[in-house]
C-alpha cells in the first residue's frame, strides 16, 4: 500500500523557518522524482520543488533562495526546509512521488500539510 505523510505544518511569523517531512511506504523511493506542490485558498495547485531520482533540484521562482528540497533515501524521507517564509506561502503543502516508466505514469499523492504564515 502506497502512502505519503507529511508533517511538520503549523502556524509561523513572517521571516520564520520550517521543515516539512514526508515519509513514504510502499514503493521504490529510490525510482521515484519526489516533490513538494502547494495549494493556497482559491489558487491552482503548483510546483514548489522538485528532485528527480537522479538528484536533479528545481524550484519555483517565488522560493528560490528561501526553499530547498532534500530526501534521505535510506529512510524514505523527503523533507522541505522552508527559510524567511512570507505571508503568501501560505498553504496547504503536498508530497507528491512521480515515476514514468513502461509507458505508464505512477503518480501518488500525500493528504497535506497546513502552512499559515501570519503576524
Known amino acids: 500500500q502506497v502512502q505519503l505523510v507529511e508533517s511538520g505544518g503549523g502556524l509561523v511569523q513572517p521571516g520564520g523557518s520550517l521543515r516539512l517531512s514526508c515519509a513514504a511506504s510502499?514503493?521504490?523511493?529510490?525510482?521515484?522524482?519526489m516533490s513538494w506542490y502547494r495549494q493556497a485558498p482559491g489558487k491552482e495547485r503548483e510546483l514548489v520543488a522538485g528532485?528527480?531520482?537522479?538528484?536533479?533540484?528545481n524550484y519555483a521562482d517565488s522560493v528560490k533562495g528561501r526553499f530547498t528540497i532534500s530526501r534521505d533515501i535510506a529512510k524514505k524521507m523527503v523533507y522541505l526546509q522552508m527559510i524567511n517564509l512570507k505571508l503568501e506561502d501560505t498553504a496547504v503543502y503536498y508530497c507528491?512521488?512521480?515515476?514514468?516508466?513502461?509507458?505508464?505514469?505512477?503518480?501518488?499523492w500525500g493528504q497535506g500539510t497546513q502552512v499559515t504564515v501570519s503576524s
Open positions: 528532485l528527480t531520482s537522479t538528484g536533479s533540484r
Open positions: 510502499g514503493f521504490t523511493f529510490s525510482r521515484f522524482a
Open positions: 507528491n512521488a512521480r515515476q514514468s516508466t513502461g509507458g505508464r505514469i505512477y503518480d501518488y
